[in-house]
């Protein structure tokens, strides 16, 4: 049967070249994680009777967003994590996705009789691996 539970799914971190990841807790959503697909170069030539294309570069610089309840301890951690840093997000089958990124941190709004959540954004600097 084709399908797989998001229970279980991890962030971590580790400093830049580092291989000691601190997994993150309270973990609530994540966004969709993957490379920007590739510009297309047109190539068509006047004797083509339709326009043709290459594959371009791709474009990794985006914002993965990750939603946490909020615990003091970690929040602060996070805080004052002001550089790059290696974020690795594991499934529960084990496939990771691995990328540099520099963090930011915020809390989200909040309304009466609910729990308080923060944001971590995650600023991509390299291409994300799947191992």
Sequence with gaps: MAGLLTKGIKLSYAAKGESSFTELTNLQEIPEIGNGAPEKIEVTVLTDEAKKYIAGLGD?????????????????????????HTWKVEMPDGVNATFDA?????????????????????????????A
């Design 60 to 84: 990794s610089g985006q914002d993965l967003t990750f939603k946490f309840l909020y615990e003091k301890e970690q929040f602060q951690d996070l805080l004052a994590l002001n550089t790059t």
């Design 102 to 130: 520099v963090p930011s941190v915020k809390f989200d709004s909040a309304s009466p009789n609910n729990a308080i959540t923060y944001t971590l954004t995650l600023i991509v600097e390299s291409v994300i691996t799947f």
